[in-house]
Each structure stands twice: as C-alpha cells, then as structure tokens.
C-alpha cells in the first residue's frame, strides 16, 4: 500500500529565508507525485507535480527515487506563502486517486 | 462553473439522520473523485467516478456510506444513520479523462452533533 509522509505538521521561517517542506513516499512502483497547496479560506489547489518539471511561484520539488523523497523547496520566502503544504502521489494505472500526507503548515514571519 | 462546486458549505446534523452532499464537476471533465478530511489530516480517498459509473469505492468506510452519479456529471454523496465520527469536511475532486490533474470544490463541512 502507498503512504505519504510530512514528518513536519509547522514549519515557521522568516521572510526571505530559505524552506523546505519535506516529504518522502513509499509505494513499490513509479508513482507521480504532487505538490497540494491550501491558502488561508481557499480551496485546496495544485501547486506542481514532478512530470511537469517547473518552477510554480519560486517553489521546485525533486523526485528522489533512491531516498523515496519529494522535498519542496524555495530560496527565499514570502508572506503569501504561508498556507497548508500537502504532498500526494498517485499510483498509477487509469485511477488516478490521491494519496496525501497530513500537510505542513507553513507561516512565513515578516 | 468556473471550477468545481459543492453544497451545501456546511451542514449540521442530529446523529442517526440522513444527508446527502452535492458536488457539481468542472464541465467536461469525466472523472470524478469524493474524499474525507478530518482535522489534523490529509484528505482520505472515499470513491471514484468515471462517467457514470463508480470505478473504485474502496474507500467508503462502511455500508453508510453511498454515491451515484446518474448523468456523469453532478454526483451526490449519501451518509446514512449519521455518526459523530463522520464530522468532518468533505471534498469533491474532478479531472479530465487521462489527466492526473484534479481541481477540488470548497468542500462541504460536516458536523454531527
């Protein structure tokens, strides 16, 4: 069965300081995996998945397939970033149902 | 709709009642996911729709639990003799065929009381 792990629940950090939300993921096949972001009274909303392979907002995520990781990283932090982080993966095959970790809450400090 | 609709927002409810919480797909997407999140967690895969019909309800916790989707599009989820233990918000997900791609509703919050 596949997992998703975010051993962080809050992550807190100050404006321009480098994040990483971590993020590592246990299945047997090759899954794809994805960045989910909540902002404060919005809906839960794609912020990048591995395949696509590109920057979203500053934020990048490489797929580690030796350490099962997905990190998610950004050099330097804005406010607006602070929001609910939740990395999913799917599984493969035609049913494309998301697995996701608990989140990490991320508050970015002026 | 500009994107992925449910209702109502919240909804309260005496335990032992029936409710049913509606979601409204993105127009011409096909596939059709219902998940479960409770406080402090991720969503939780419930059931997933392609067209019509339901491809995959693995994840309905028990019998209570029941989604149709009769016209492939708007899809209902069916919670009977309501528990406690299914407070919690309820998230629609639609998708076009082929794309793994999902855009989530508000989601509906559901209390138990």
């Known amino acids: 069965a596949q997992r998703v792990t975010q051993p962080e629940k809050l992550l807190s950090v100050f404006k321009g300081a480098p994040v990483e939300l971590k993020c590592n993921y246990s299945y047997s096949g090759s899954p794809e995996l994805f960045w989910y972001v909540q902002y404060s009274r919005q809906r839960l909303q794609l912020l990048l998945r591995?395949?696509s392979r590109e920057s979203i907002k500053g934020f990048t995520a490489d797929l580690n397939k030796g350490e099962t990781s997905f990190h998610l990283k950004k050099p330097f932090a804005q406010e607006e970033d602070s929001a609910m982080y939740y990395c999913?993966?799917?599984?493969?095959?035609?049913?494309?149902?998301?697995?996701f970790g608990k989140g990490t809450l991320l508050t970015v400090n002026p | 709709g500009a994107g992925v609709s449910q209702t109502p927002s919240n909804k309260v409810t005496e335990k032992g009642k029936y409710v049913e919480l509606r979601c409204d797909p993105i127009?011409?997407?096909?596939?059709l996911y219902w998940y479960r999140q409770s406080l402090g967690q991720g969503p939780e895969f419930l059931i997933y729709?392609?067209?019509?019909?339901?491809?995959?309800d693995s994840g309905l916790p028990n019998d209570r639990f029941f989604a149709v989707r009769p016209e492939g599009s708007v899809s209902t989820l069916k919670i009977q003799r309501t528990e406690r233990g299914d407070s919690a918000v309820y998230l629609c997900?639609?998708?076009?065929?082929?794309?793994?791609?999902?855009?989530f509703g508000q989601g509906t919050r559901l209390t138990v009381v």
């Open positions: 127009s011409g997407h096909t596939a």
């Open positions: 729709f392609q067209g019509t019909g339901a491809a995959d």
């Open positions: 997900a639609s998708s076009l065929q082929g794309d793994t791609e999902a855009f």
């Open positions: 999913a993966l799917v599984s493969g095959g035609s049913n494309y149902k998301l697995t």
């Open positions: 591995h395949i």
